[in-house]
């Protein structure tokens, strides 16, 4: 049996992970010995990692370098899954609404801080469901990463996002740190820090509802 190994530093990885201009995710594909330059049509090194899955099982199966980068560089980006949106008066929406558990929602916040770099920075946090017994953990964790971005404002959804509005607003203070119990009362908070020269990030599971939310502020 045949075993290939991708990503780190085997035989099929990526180098140079970057995000120019918020029109997706470049990186050097590395297959031995050959490389190729890749744009993958979505933000965040979080996809990288599945570049290279899709790049190795294309190796395996006979495709050129040629032909894998062709392929990663046509996939369509499903809806709310990190699209960037512009609205009319210059504010920018991170769409990541679709899913939402505590890995991504790191690699999600990353991008979200490399993309805004000196903007207003807004998030609007849904539950992660499923967690079982570790959910007020995972959740009191990401609270704490929140705290440390110096947010403008963080508006959390949901009855587990409770203890993650109450573990960010040490740092961040009442008044920066709001939680509502659905994404009815999402508007109402956010309309009013929708301007220029901002960027908000909306990240929940799809049964949060934070979808309608970005389909009502298009």
């Known amino acids: 049996m045949n075993v290939i190994w991708f990503g780190g530093n085997s035989e099929i990885k990526a180098i140079n992970i970057d995000c120019p201009n918020l029109k997706g995710t470049k990186f050097t594909l ?28 294309s ?67 849904g539950d992660m469901l499923e967690l079982g017994s570790l959910e007020k953990r995972f959740h009191k964790e990401i609270g704490r990463v929140l705290a440390k971005m110096k947010l403008n404002y963080l508006i959390g959804v949901g009855p587990a996002s409770k203890d993650l509005v109450r573990e960010a607003e040490i740092k961040l203070g009442k008044n920066k740190a709001i939680w509502t119990s659905s994404s009815d009362g999402v ?14 990030l909306i990240k929940g599971s799809r049964s949060i509802g934070l979808d309608k939310v970005v389909l009502e502020l298009l």
């Open 30 to 57: 590395v297959i031995n010995s050959n490389r190729k330059v890749i744009h993958l049509p979505t933000l965040g090194s979080q996809f990288v990692q599945d570049a290279l899955a899709a790049a190795a099982t």
């Open 59 to 125: 190796f395996c199966l006979g495709f050129s370098l040629d032909e894998i980068k062709t392929g990663l560089e046509s996939f369509r980006v499903p809806e709310h899954r990190m699209r960037l949106i512009r609205l009319k008066n210059g504010c920018l929406i991170l769409d990541d609404s679709y899913n939402n558990n505590p890995q991504a929602a790191k690699e999600a916040l990353k991008t979200f801080t490399e993309i805004s770099g000196r903007k207003k920075k807004i998030v609007v946090f």
């Open 187 to 200: 508007l109402k908070y956010l309309k009013p820090y929708l301007m220029e020269n901002t960027v908000v």
